[in-house]
């Protein structure tokens, strides 16, 4: 009902919960994936090359903020364009109710913790998803700069800032009797470039700025198919959301056109951000709904019904009183035995 009052439901659990817990871990997943990003505490992986490999020979682009899809851009993207997506959605869903559905769901009570404190539905709702959103974003920035840093996968202009000194590792450049790579390079001073670069040319698998992108996609996408009510067109959602995937394929684009990340890196990086907001989306968030309203199932012994009665023919036509003597097991009328004559 429109004007019904809401209902209450008091909580004393609701703020220590938030403080000691949630924000215990999202500080920690926080730290983590610094520590990861702009610290050596977990040093890259020093993998191998071949001499004169065509894959890793590729042209220095220069720095990322020299970039056509500069870091700062994408995470400014990423960070605004979710949470302002749900923000306005939410305040429209709290300001302009739509009808109730058909399924039924348990509705929201708004919450009283203590005597001052009141939370209602939208202001949860509003908490939950974009909370889980930043959880998901930096545990996106972890899975990625630790695969990074567990593979130490080059880049393909890895050669270009190593600056290897072949002649004084033996190798020999290619020619017509060895047109390839002859020598498998495993020595970790064997990059004479600026170690900064060699340490970040080393930081290619996946592809961290496309993880990023694939994850706000994929979670914006999923908020707008679920949540978003369109009537009189089909064609709204499906159009949002391929206007919304555009510009994440362009990152893995421009990020492969630039020689600074290989097709399979941007790929993983795809992978890992689609798999990680369809996870939060379907087990954290239930697809941005209330759980259905719960059915008790009665026990076996209380689902009983009586069972259907059916009209039997015997008490509309009973049979004669000699038939059912005759049923019972009496001999037949005619073939009883006759009575003794006396002699």
Not at 235 to 240: D, F, G, Y
Not at 308 to 330: C, F, I, Y
């Amino acid at each position: 009902m429109a004007g019904a009052r809401p209902q209450l439901k008091r909580s004393f659990s609701i703020i220590p919960c938030f403080v000691f817990v949630e924000s215990v871990l999202l500080g920690v997943v926080v730290l983590l994936a610094y520590r990861l990003e702009f610290t050596d505490t977990f040093p890259v992986h020093a993998q191998g090359f071949f001499c004169y490999d065509s894959t890793y020979a590729k042209p220095y682009p220069g720095p990322e903020a020299a970039s056509r899809a500069p870091p700062a851009l994408i995470y400014a993207l990423v960070t605004a364009g979710p949470t302002l997506t749900i923000l306005l959605a939410e305040l429209a869903r709290a300001f302009f109710p739509a009808a109730p559905s058909a399924i039924p769901a348990i509705p929201e009570s708004t919450i009283v913790s203590g005597a001052c404190c009141r939370f209602s539905p939208s202001l949860r709702r509003l908490v939950r998803f974009l909370g889980v959103y930043s959880f998901g974003l930096f545990t996106t920035t972890i899975f990625a700069n630790a695969g990074q840093v567990v593979t130490g996968n080059p880049t393909p202009h890895f050669l270009s800032v190593c600056r290897p000194n072949y002649t004084a590792l033996g190798c020999s450049p290619p020619s017509r009797d060895h047109p390839g790579p002859d020598r498998f390079v495993t020595d970790q001073g064997a990059c004479a470039g600026s170690p900064s670069l060699v340490a970040a040319a080393r930081r290619a698998f996946p592809c961290k700025d496309a993880a990023l992108c694939a994850y706000a996609v994929t979670y914006t996408a999923m908020y707008v198919t679920l949540v978003f009510r369109v009537k009189g067109s089909r064609l709204v959602k499906p159009s949002l959301c391929l206007a919304l995937l555009c510009p994440a394929f362009l990152v893995g684009v421009v990020r492969v056109a630039e020689y600074r990340n290989h097709w399979s890196d941007v790929l993983a990086g795809f992978l890992t951000g689609a798999a990680i907001a369809t996870f939060l989306v379907t087990c954290v968030v239930h697809n941005f709904q209330s759980r259905p309203a719960s059915v008790r199932r009665l026990p076996a012994w209380d689902d009983l019904r009586p069972a259907p009665t059916v009209d039997s023919t015997l008490e509309k036509n009973p049979r004669p009183a000699s038939r059912m003597r005759h049923r019972q097991g009496s001999p037949h009328p005619s073939r009883r035995a006759a009575p003794a004559v006396a002699t």
